[in-house]
């Protein structure tokens, strides 16, 4: 089973710069995709950035050129690197993965967040 765990949330000022991790805690098949997601309140989930099983990259229009995702296979990693925050920026952000799984087929595995906000 693959628990992930997000950290590095916290409260920063407009113009600032975080980076989230997250651990998966536990085994990923050797092709998996990861990615970040944020909610806010009342509002639907949605993805922030993505790496798929092919190393392919996609971010969300709005934090194009400002964030940056990366992962570290070895130790099951994924990061987001989060410059020049904005107010509207602020959310909970969740990192998933997303693993074969023998029997079961692809399943996602969600952490249980971390908070961001963004001081104007």
């Known amino acids: 089973q693959v628990q992930p765990v997000e950290s590095g949330g916290g409260l920063v000022q407009a113009g600032g710069s975080l980076r989230l991790s997250c651990v998966a805690n536990?085994?990923?098949?050797?092709?998996?995709?990861s990615a970040w997601f944020r909610q806010t309140p009342g509002n639907q989930r949605e993805m922030v950035a993505g790496?798929?099983?092919?190393?392919?990259?996609n971010y969300v229009k709005s934090v194009e050129g400002r964030f940056t995702i990366s992962r570290d296979n070895v130790k099951k990693m994924v990061y987001l690197q989060m410059n020049s925050l904005k107010p509207e920026d602020t959310a909970m952000y969740y990192c998933?993965?997303?693993?074969?799984?023998?029997?079961?087929?692809?399943?996602?595995?969600w952490g249980h967040g971390t908070p961001v906000t963004v001081s104007s």
């Open positions: 998933r993965f997303k693993s074969w799984v023998t029997f079961r087929g692809w399943r996602e595995f």
């Open positions: 536990g085994d990923l098949s050797p092709t998996n995709a």
């Open positions: 790496i798929d099983g092919d190393d392919k990259i």
